[in-house]
């Protein structure tokens, strides 16, 4: 069953903020998650402490931060490797 991505205004936001070779990136990798979540770039695992927060890497020092809801996925930050400790 395919996966809908819901991208929120956070996530927008800090997007718009990224230099623009970290928005390709960022792409690609969501293009690689929406196709695969089991990709190992992703490498995709659940944020300590949040019950329903999981992270997927972008880069060395960046991060996507989702969360899941049945089939369907929310994109609701991206940025430095820090934001996976304030994530909302």
């Known amino acids: 069953m395919p996966v809908k991505i819901i991208i ?3 996530f927008d ?3 718009q903020k990224l230099p623009q070779e ?3 990136v960022a792409d690609k990798q969501i293009e ?6 089991a990709h190992p770039s992703l490498r995709l695992k659940k944020l300590g402490g949040h019950a329903h927060t999981w992270e997927i890497r ?6 996507i931060l989702i969360e899941f809801e049945g089939s369907t996925m929310i994109l ?4 430095p490797h820090n934001i996976t400790r304030r994530p909302v």
């Open 13 to 15: 936001r800090d997007y």
């Open 32 to 37: 690689l998650l929406s196709a695969d979540l």
């Open 8 to 10: 929120a205004s956070s």
């Open 76 to 79: 609701y930050r991206v940025g």
């Open 58 to 63: 972008i880069s060395k020092g960046y991060r």
């Open 22 to 24: 970290l928005q390709r």
